[in-house]
C-alpha cells in the first residue's frame, strides 16, 4: 500500500484475523506498516475537536479530566482518519470485562504507534465458541480508552443508531437480553456543581431484512415486527425501570431503525403505529416512554425512488399522541440532510438538521414530571386535555348522525387564563405555559361542544400542584374568588380541578435563622428554657420590617428583645390563610345555589381543598386520588401508633364513592374531564337559557322493548335497554339509548340516579332498585373494637342513606334547571329503631323541600307492577308543589297507604272473613241454618259446630286471597284517577312517547310564563294558565278547542308562536298588551297615591315624546277641557 500513489487525506481501513490474541500481538507491527508513517496533511486534531483534552471539559459521552496530562502529546498533532479491526478467536471463554482489560492495557502500551499511523480507532471482534460476537472499541478521541458506549456494537452500523443524536447526555450502557436491543441511561450533561436531575433511558433498535416488494408484504411486516419489537422494548424498559428506581427516569425514548425497503403510503405507517400505541399505552406509560421514533425507508410504487421517511411521536401529557411525519431531504444551500414535515402537518423539527440532538428537560418538562410524579396532571396540559376530550364527543356524536359535521380541531376550544393584577382584579390574559407566580390557575374557556356547536362559556379553576404542592396561600384564595364570582356573573357553570396540600404553613425565615434562646442553664439544656430572644443588632434588622413584636429586658449583664410575637415580613404564613379558606368556602357555596358547580379531584384534596369539592357538590374522583381533612401520618401522631398506613385508606374512592361524597370515579385526569363534559352537555348554556335539546337518533314514537315484570330486575334496564342475554340484539328502555348517566352508584343502592335524554331533552332521573343490596360498613383502625359489617338492604324501601341520596339529587337537578323524572317504585320508608336514629325521618323530609323548591316540571310515573304507598307516597305527592309536579300512573300499577296484606290484617280480620263466608257460602249457610233450629239436640249441635269450624278452616286461607284482591282493588290505576291523585293512567310500551310530548309542552310553557310573569308579576300560574288556554282557542277557533288537551297539537302550536320568524303572534301580542296594561296600572296607582307628583310626572313623560306624540297629548288634553 505504500507504493501505491494515494491523494492526501485518502482514509484506509485494515480488517485483520487471527487465531489467538498473542498471534495479533506479534505480527502488530506488520499490520501497522501498512499505514504511512505519519498521518496525511489535514486540520489538526486540536482544530477539529476544541476542547480536547483539556481540563474540565467533555466529549461526547464523558469528562476528559484524566486525560489532560497528554494534551502536550496532541498538540498540532494532525486528526487521525485510519480505522483498523481486529478478530480474534478465542479457545476459552473470557468474560466481557476481562477481555476488556487485556485490549485495554495492549493499546494503552503501543498507543504512540497508534498516534503516530494516524489511527482513529481500533474494534477488537472476539469469537468464541457458542457466542455471539463480542466488539471493544477504542478512539484516539478518547485517547484508546474502550469507549464502553460501542461495546458489542458493530461500529460502522453505530450510525443506524445515531447515537451521535444523545450527545447531549452522559450514556452508560446497560446490558440487555435481547442483543438486538440496545439500552442506554442518559444523564444529561450540567454544570459542573449542579445535580443531574434529567435521566432517561434510550432504547434502540435496527431492523434487518431483505427489500419488501408488494405492499401487502410490507404491511404485514411492518405490522408483525414493529409489534414485536415494540413488545421487546418494554420488556427491557420494565426490566431496567425496576432496576434504576432512584434514577427517577423520565421522558425515556424508543428508537426503532428499519432497514428494508417498503412499499407503501406513509399515511398507512402513521394509523398503524397509533393504533398500536393505543393498545399498549398504559404500558408505555408506565415506564414513562413519551418519545418514540421510526426510520424506514419507503416507495410509493414499484417506479419511484425510495424516500427516507421518519415518524416521530410524542406523548408528554400522558393522553395526546402527537405523531409527525418527516422526509430527509438535503439542504440545496449548505449541502446537509434536514427533516422536511412530510403531508400537510409540519412538525416541530421540520427544518432542522438530521443530526439535531435530543434535547434535554426544559422548564415545562420540569414541571410536568413533577406533577406527574405526584400523581396528577400539570395543571397547564389541562386546556389540552379538555380538547381531547371535546374532540372525542364530536367523533362519537358525528358517528351517529348523517350530514353533521364537527368544528375543525382548533376551533373547538377558546382559552383565555384570569389573572390577578396589581389591584387585585381578574384581568384577562395570553400568556405562555408556566408563567404563573402563584398556585392557583384559572381561564374561561370558550367550548364548541355537540349540543352548543356555537360554543358555550365555562370558567375554570384548578391548583398548581408544583407551585408551593398546590397549597392555598392569600393570593390562591384571592384569585379562586374572583374567577367564582365571574362563573356567578355571567351565569355559567363552574368547573374545579383539585391537586392541592390545604391551607398553606409558613415561618417568618428572616427570624428563623437569628433568635437565640435564654436557657435555665446554659451548660445543661435538658433544664430547658425560659424565651427566646433576639440581640439588638439582629432586632435592628428586622426591626423595619415589621416581622417580630418583641420586648426590651436587661439579663445576665446584657440588653435582649425578647419575642412575645413573630409576625414575619412576607403575607401568607398562617391564620390569614385560614382566613381565605373560609372566604373561598362561601364563595363555594354561593356558587353551588347560582350555577353549576362541578369538581374534579386529581391526585388529591386536603383541609379546605375537601371542604371546597364537597361544597360544590357533583365530584369526579380520580381512582388513585383522596379526600381527606387531615393525613395518615399526622393521624398516627394524634393517636400514638401507627394506624393509618396511607391516605388513601382514610378518603380514596372505595370511602367518598360508597359514602356518596364523590359522585363519579374515573381511571384519570382525561377519564375525569370527559365525564364533567358529559356531564355539563345536559346542562344549559347558562342560567335561564333552554335546556340543551339535540336531535335524537332514537325515534321517540317508538315503543318500550323491555317490560318491567313483578320479580326483581336490574331498574337500569327499565331506564336504559340492555342487550337481549340470548341473541345480544338490543332490548329498548325508556330513555334514549347510551344516554342515560348514573351518579353516586356505589352510594344508597336502593335508589338510581342519574341524567338521561327524552327525545333529546335532558332530565335528571329517580328510580328505584327492586334487589336486595348489600352495605358494606368498613372497620375503623383507631377503634380496636370496630369490625367491618355487610348489612342487607331490601329493594323498594326508603332507608337513611338512599332517602339522603335521592333529595341530594333533588337539589342537584334543580340547581341544573333539568326537568325530573322520578320512576315511583317505593313501599315506604324503614322505619326501625336503628333507622330512625340513622335519622331517616330527617332525610324523607329533605326530599319534600327539595321537591317544593323546584322550579322545573317534575313528572312522577309509578311504572308497571309498581307501588307507591304510605309516607312514600306523601313525600312526592303532586300537592308539595302544584305548580310543577304531575304524577301518572301505568294501568298495572298500584298505590295505597298499605299493601293488601297489611290493610286486610285491619280492615278484614278474621269476623269479616266469616261473615263474607256466611254471606257467600252456600254449605256454610246451610250449617249457620241448621244450629239456628232449637229442635236439633246437643249431640248435633256440637257435630254441626265441628263441621262449622272445619268449613270455616277449610275457607279461610282461599277467602283471604279473596280478600286481599279486593283490597288490592282499591289501589288500582283507575281508582287514582277517579279521586284526582294522578292525572292520567299511561300504558308503559307507549309511554315513551306521551312524556315526551308533555315535557315539551311544559317546558314551552313555562317558558312562557315566565314572559307573563316578566310582564306582570301579579299574575299566578294558574292565571297564567287559563290565559293560554283562551289564547289557544282565540287562535284556533272553538272547533279546535278539544286540542287543547292534546299535547302533541299544543306543542306544535306553542313552537309556531314563539318562532323568531313570526314577528306577530296571538302569544306576543298579548304578551305585550299584558306588559302595557300592567305599566299603566302602575302608573295609574303611583299618580293616584301621589297626587302632588301628577304634573311631574307628565313633563317629564312629554320631555321623551316625539314631536307628533306630544300634539296628540295637547289633542287630547284639549278635547277633555271642551268635553268637561
Not at 918 to 942: E, F, G, M, T, V
Request: charged share 25%; with cysteine; net charge negative.
Amino acid at each position: 500500500m505504500n507504493d501505491l500513489d494515494l491523494p492526501p487525506c485518502q482514509r484506509m481501513g485494515a480488517m485483520v484475523a487471527f487465531d489467538s490474541f498473542s498471534a495479533f500481538t506479534s505480527l502488530f507491527q506488520e499490520v501497522m506498516s501498512m499505514f504511512r508513517d505519519s498521518p496525511p496533511p489535514s486540520p489538526s486534531f486540536t482544530d477539529r475537536n476544541p476542547g480536547f483534552g483539556e481540563k474540565g471539559t467533555s466529549g461526547m459521552y464523558g469528562s476528559s479530566d484524566s486525560l489532560s496530562s497528554l494534551n502536550e502529546q496532541m498538540a498540532g498533532t494532525d486528526e487521525p482518519i485510519h480505522i483498523v479491526n481486529v478478530a480474534i478467536r478465542l479457545a476459552q471463554h473470557m468474560d466481557s470485562n476481562d477481555l476488556s482489560d487485556m485490549f485495554k492495557d495492549f493499546a494503552q502500551s503501543n498507543r504512540t504507534v497508534l498516534f503516530d499511523r494516524g489511527i482513529r480507532r481500533v474494534t477488537f471482534v472476539v469469537l468464541q465458541e457458542r457466542d455471539f460476537p463480542k466488539f471493544f472499541t477504542f478512539r484516539a478521541r478518547d485517547l484508546f480508552e474502550e469507549d464502553r458506549i460501542y461495546r458489542h456494537l458493530e461500529p460502522a452500523l453505530a450510525f443506524q443508531l445515531e447515537l451521535n443524536r444523545m450527545r447531549t447526555f452522559d450514556l452508560t450502557a446497560l446490558r440487555t437480553s435481547n442483543r438486538k436491543m440496545h439500552l442506554y441511561l442518559g444523564a444529561a450533561k450540567v454544570a459542573e456543581g449542579q445535580a443531574v436531575t434529567d435521566f432517561r433511558f434510550f432504547i434502540r433498535a435496527i431492523i434487518r431484512h431483505s427489500d419488501l416488494v408488494t405492499k401487502e408484504a410490507s404491511y404485514e411486516y411492518l405490522q408483525n415486527e414493529g409489534e414485536r419489537l415494540l413488545l421487546e422494548a418494554m420488556d427491557e424498559l420494565e426490566v431496567a425501570f425496576q432496576q434504576h428506581v432512584d434514577k427517577r427516569t423520565d421522558c425515556n425514548h424508543i428508537f426503532l431503525n428499519f432497514v428494508p425497503t417498503v412499499i407503501m403510503d406513509p399515511t398507512k405507517i402513521e394509523e398503524n403505529v397509533r393504533s398500536m400505541v393505543m393498545r399498549y399505552g398504559h404500558r408505555l406509560w408506565k415506564v414513562r416512554v413519551t418519545q418514540a421514533e421510526i426510520k424506514i425507508n419507503i416507495r410509493l410504487n414499484h417506479n419511484s425512488n425510495p424516500v427516507p421517511i421518519r415518524l416521530f411521536l410524542n406523548n408528554e401529557s400522558g393522553y395526546y399522541l402527537d405523531i409527525s411525519l418527516y422526509k430527509e431531504v438535503v439542504n440545496p444551500r449548505t449541502g446537509q440532510i434536514m427533516f422536511q414535515g412530510y403531508g400537510g402537518k409540519r412538525g416541530p423539527l421540520n427544518g432542522m438538521l438530521l443530526n439535531t440532538p435530543y434535547m434535554t428537560k426544559d422548564h415545562l418538562q420540569a414541571k410536568r414530571f413533577q406533577a406527574q410524579s405526584l400523581g396528577t396532571t400539570y395543571i397547564y396540559d389541562f386546556p389540552e386535555m379538555f380538547r381531547q376530550a371535546l374532540l372525542k364527543l364530536w367523533r362519537q356524536y358525528v358517528s351517529r348522525r348523517e350530514g353533521v359535521q364537527a368544528p375543525a380541531d382548533n376551533d373547538l376550544l377558546t382559552c383565555t387564563e384570569l389573572v390577578l393584577d396589581s389591584q387585585s382584579q381578574l384581568v384577562e390574559m395570553n400568556r405562555q405555559q408556566g408563567e404563573n407566580d402563584i398556585g392557583m390557575v384559572a381561564w374561561k374557556m370558550f367550548l364548541r361542544t355537540p349540543e352548543y356547536p356555537e360554543g358555550r362559556e365555562v370558567i375554570v379553576i384548578g391548583n398548581d400542584i408544583t407551585h408551593l404542592i398546590g397549597s392555598f396561600g392569600t393570593q390562591e384564595d384571592e384569585l379562586f374568588k374572583r374567577a367564582s364570582e365571574l362563573s356567578r356573573s355571567l351565569g355559567v357553570p363552574r368547573l374545579y380541578i383539585s391537586a392541592n396540600s390545604g391551607a398553606r404553613i409558613g415561618m417568618a425565615e428572616e427570624i428563623k435563622h437569628l433568635f437565640k434562646i435564654r436557657w435555665e442553664d446554659p451548660s445543661d439544656p435538658d433544664k430547658g428554657f425560659r424565651y427566646l430572644y433576639l440581640t439588638p443588632a439582629d432586632y435592628k434588622k428586622v426591626s423595619g420590617l415589621n416581622s417580630v413584636h418583641a420586648e426590651h429586658v436587661e439579663e445576665d449583664g446584657e440588653s435582649r428583645y425578647k419575642i412575645t410575637a413573630i409576625i414575619g415580613k412576607d403575607d401568607g404564613l398562617g391564620v390569614e390563610n385560614l382566613r381565605g379558606s373560609g372566604m373561598i368556602a362561601g364563595e363555594t357555596s354561593l356558587a353551588y345555589q347560582e350555577v353549576v358547580t362541578m369538581s374534579l379531584v386529581s391526585c388529591r384534596a386536603i383541609g379546605i381543598g375537601s371542604y371546597l369539592v364537597r361544597l360544590g357538590q357533583r365530584v369526579v374522583q380520580v381512582e388513585n386520588s383522596h379526600i381527606i381533612l387531615t393525613g395518615a401520618q399526622a393521624l398516627n401522631k394524634v393517636l400514638g401508633r401507627d394506624v393509618y398506613t396511607s391516605n388513601n385508606q382514610l378518603g380514596g374512592i372505595q370511602i367518598m364513592y360508597n359514602n356518596g361524597v364523590s359522585h363519579a370515579v374515573c381511571e384519570d385526569d382525561y377519564g375525569g374531564v370527559l365525564l364533567m363534559l358529559k356531564w355539563l352537555s345536559y346542562v344549559p348554556v347558562h342560567r335561564g337559557a333552554p335546556l340543551p335539546t339535540i336531535t335524537p337518533v332514537d325515534p321517540v314514537e317508538r315503543e318500550i322493548a323491555f317490560t318491567p315484570t313483578k320479580a326483581s330486575y336490574d331498574p337500569r334496564w327499565m331506564l336504559a335497554g340492555r342487550k337481549d342475554p340470548e341473541n345480544r340484539s338490543w332490548v329498548s328502555g325508556f330513555f334514549d339509548r347510551d344516554s342515560f348517566l348514573e351518579i353516586l352508584h356505589q352510594w344508597a343502592k336502593t335508589v338510581v340516579t342519574g341524567r338521561a335524554r327524552l327525545g333529546g331533552i335532558p332530565v335528571g332521573v329517580i328510580a328505584v332498585e327492586t334487589r336486595q343490596v348489600e352495605l358494606s360498613i368498613p372497620a375503623d383502625p383507631a377503634n380496636l373494637d370496630s369490625e367491618a359489617k355487610v348489612v342487607a338492604q331490601a329493594g323498594q324501601v326508603w332507608f337513611p342513606d338512599s332517602a339522603f341520596k335521592t333529595a341530594q339529587a333533588i337539589k342537584d337537578f334543580n340547581r341544573e334547571e333539568l326537568p325530573l323524572m322520578i320512576f315511583a317504585n317505593w313501599r315506604g320508608f324503614s322505619g326501625g329503631m336503628k333507622d330512625m336514629y340513622d335519622q331517616v325521618l330527617k332525610f324523607g323530609a329533605s326530599i319534600v323541600d327539595g321537591l317544593r323548591e323546584y322550579r322545573q316540571p317534575v313528572l312522577v310515573y309509578i311504572p308497571p307492577h309498581g307501588e307507591l304507598r304510605g309516607g312514600a307516597w306523601a313525600v312526592v305527592d303532586p300537592t308539595i308543589n302544584p305548580e310543577h309536579i304531575e304524577m301518572y300512573a301505568d294501568k298495572e300499577s298500584r298505590g295505597g297507604v298499605l299493601e293488601p296484606e297489611g290493610t286486610v290484617e285491619i280492615k278484614f280480620r278474621r269476623k269479616d272473613l266469616v261473615k263474607t263466608m256466611r254471606r257467600i257460602d252456600s254449605k256454610y249457610q246451610h250449617l249457620i241454618n241448621k244450629l239456628s233450629d232449637p229442635s236439633i239436640s246437643s249431640a248435633d249441635r256440637k257435630s254441626l259446630e265441628l263441621r262449622l269450624r272445619e268449613r270455616e278452616d277449610q275457607l279461610t286461607p282461599m277467602y283471604h286471597q279473596v280478600a286481599v284482591l279486593f283490597a288490592d282493588l282499591h289501589d288500582r290505576a283507575g281508582r287514582m284517577q277517579e279521586k284526582g291523585v294522578i292525572l292520567e293512567t299511561l300504558e308503559w310500551r307507549t309511554s315513551r312517547k306521551f312524556f315526551y310530548w308533555r315535557l315539551r309542552r311544559l317546558l314551552l310553557e313555562g317558558r312562557i310564563h315566565k314572559q307573563i310573569n316578566h310582564a306582570n308579576k301579579d299574575l299566578s300560574v294558574a292565571q297564567m294558565q287559563a290565559m293560554l288556554r283562551r289564547w289557544f282557542i282565540e287562535a284556533e277557533g272553538t272547533v279546535k278547542a278539544y286540542e287543547w288537551d292534546d299535547n302533541q297539537s299544543v306543542v306544535q302550536w306553542l313552537e309556531a308562536q314563539l318562532s323568531e320568524e313570526e314577528p306577530h303572534s296571538v302569544i306576543k301580542d298579548n304578551i305585550n298588551c299584558l306588559k302595557r296594561d300592567h305599566v299603566l296600572q302602575q302608573i295609574r296607582s303611583l299618580v293616584q297615591d301621589n297626587p302632588e307628583v301628577a304634573m311631574d310626572s307628565i313633563v317629564h313623560m312629554t320631555q321623551h315624546m316625539s314631536p307628533s306624540q306630544r300634539n296628540e297629548v295637547a289633542r287630547i288634553l284639549a278635547t277633555m277641557d271642551t268635553s268637561s
